[in-house]
Nanobody
Framework: QVQLIESGGGLVQAGGSLRLSCASS????????MGWFRQAPGKEREFVAG????????NYADSVKGRFTISRDNAKNTVYLQVNSLNLEDTAVYYC?????????????????WGQGTRVTVSS
């Protein structure tokens, strides 16, 4: 069983930055792709970014391209999401997800494992 635990969320002013982290339990972290999703109040959960098992291939939603960066450290079983130039529309609960295979990093997945989420609130 894989457990994902997010951290790093908080309250930040518009234009600010945060680094979200997601620590994974288990010894097979490097064998699956990872991703970040978010769910804003009153909206459906949406794909933010994905990274393949090696970290060499990434995929981003158009709304975050150039502002967010996903990365991973397989030695630490951790995936990160650096979020810069935050705006009010980025306010959401951010979820870490683990894919069912090493390479699928599209919004469709398949995304098999989910964390509990970390809240990001952007203020004006």
């Amino acid at each position: 069983q894989v457990q994902l635990i997010e951290s790093g969320g908080g309250l930040v002013q518009a234009g600010g930055s945060l680094r979200l982290s997601c620590a994974s339990s288990g010894r097979t972290f490097s064998s699956y792709a990872m991703g970040w999703f978010r769910q804003a109040p009153g909206k459906e959960r949406e794909f933010v970014a994905g990274i393949n098992w090696s970290g060499r291939t990434t995929n981003y939603a158009d709304s975050v391209k150039g502002r967010f960066t996903i990365s991973r450290d397989n030695a630490k079983n951790t995936v990160y999401l650096q979020v810069n130039s935050l705006n009010l529309e980025d306010t959401a609960v951010y979820y870490c997800a683990g894919a069912g295979n090493p390479t699928d990093i599209t919004p469709r997945g398949p995304w098999r494992y989910w964390g509990q989420g970390t809240r990001v609130t952007v203020s004006s």
